[in-house]
């Protein structure tokens, strides 16, 4: 048969650095059914997904409310660690006690509190409770729709309203809201010493939820709960950090540096592994076989790769530093694989195609962050200029 195509390996022993946009799959023939298409993968080495996706850890990207979604529908996402310990912390624990992903985040007042508009944090609805937090009572519901600058919120909540079990499951929730012909109502849970708003359940977001495609079954742990990774950094504090993520239940801790080959790294890499075996560490960034040698033999579970190739990196700009993405993924893939180590391709993901070419040249999942700034599911608030919303990425 006659074959006019260049292999990878003959493209990538060149010597030449490619990007996702230097190169072309080819087609092939085809004698299966696209919904025979088996997408299911690895994050690291014992965390599985039934879709290749993940969120990045940016404070614009993926906190609680990213890390439902993605797991609700086969992905997964990295709590970012721009964050005091306590709030990240928090953060995953608020991602991990979901069932499914209702709000962008939940804001909570205090009665006395005259919040501004962009306080609401691009949520229709607050919750207003004695103490202004989770903990305390709840007292009301206060929508973005109904405010007034400078006039506390006790004077346009909804006192007194109406809630539902946060043991309930997505179509339990919508079908209360419907039967009590209810726009919102609070999730509770009973921790004993009375009930706590777990979450907030608004039609809007029954409709919204409604639209997700059915991709993948939920990514869920052994727990039954969500999988969800978690970020952090290489210095000493950071190993308080850890020992919080593990107990609050991390499924994958991922090591935050643009450069992963460092003493720094590794001893870090090190100190986990010998303090929680039980959880996969996920290393990083490297580009080079070399670099991923090293990180391999520290004993990490999975490794990203990406130097440069971010939408918002300027790694190869300032420092002369960095890789072609599609070279990266094709290099420390080949030997990744044969130590049986999953790779994360980070970065450069602008459009499906990237997706599809990462995972064709041996990524086993592929890294989003300006991506899925703009999703409703991101944390912040959107900034409308010339009629037209946007959402602010940075990380």
Not at 103 to 123: I, N
């Amino acid at each position: 048969m006659a074959d006019d195509s260049f292999s990878a390996a003959r493209l990538f022993s060149q010597g030449v650095s490619y990007t996702y946009d230097d190169v072309i799959v080819l087609p092939g023939y085809i004698d299966f059914p696209a919904d025979a298409v088996d997408l299911s993968t690895r994050l690291s080495r014992r965390v599985p997904l039934s879709l290749p996706c993940v969120a990045s850890p940016m404070d614009t990207v993926s906190e609680s409310a990213m890390a439902a979604a993605m797991a609700s529908l086969g992905a997964a996402a990295v709590v970012h660690s721009n964050a005091d310990a306590e709030t990240q912390a928090s953060i995953l624990r608020a991602a991990k006690s979901r069932r499914v992903p209702w709000v962008s985040s939940t804001q909570f007042f205090a009665p006395s509190a005259a919040p501004s508009a962009a306080d609401f944090a691009g949520c229709a609805y607050a919750v207003v409770t004695e103490r202004g937090d989770a903990l305390s009572r709840l007292v009301g519901i206060a929508a973005a729709a109904d405010h007034r600058p400078g006039v506390p919120v006790s004077e346009y909540m909804t006192p007194a309203p109406r809630t539902a079990s946060a043991a309930f499951d997505f179509e339990q929730a919508a079908a209360f809201l419907a039967d009590e012909g209810l726009d919102f109502a609070p999730l509770v849970s009973d921790d004993g010493a009375g009930e706590v708003v777990v979450d907030l359940v608004t039609a809007q977001d029954v409709e919204r939820i409604r639209s997700y495609p059915k991709l993948g079954t939920p990514s869920l742990g052994a727990d039954g709960r969500f999988v969800v990774a978690a970020a952090i950094g290489t210095r000493e504090e950071d190993k308080r950090r850890l020992e919080m993520l593990v107990k609050e239940g991390a499924n994958a801790i991922v090591i935050d540096s643009s450069q992963g080959n460092s003493v720094y790294q590794l001893d870090m890499i090190k100190y986990a592994k010998r303090m929680y075996p039980e959880v996969d560490l996920i290393g990083g960034n490297v580009v080079t076989v070399a670099q991923a040698q090293n990180l391999i033999a520290a004993g990490v579970d999975g490794l990203r790769v990406g130097m440069g190739s971010g939408s918002i990196c300027t790694t190869q700009e300032v420092c002369a530093v960095g890789r072609g993405q599609a070279t990266a993924v094709y290099k420390v893939g080949q030997y990744a694989k044969d130590h049986g180590v999953p790779v994360i391709a980070d970065g450069g993901i602008s459009n499906s195609g990237h997706i599809v070419k990462a995972l064709t040249l041996g990524a086993s999942t592929v890294m989003m962050g300006s991506f899925l700034a703009g999703s409703l599911e991101a944390p912040g608030v959107y900034e409308y200029k010339v009629y037209c919303s946007s959402h602010p990425t940075h990380g």
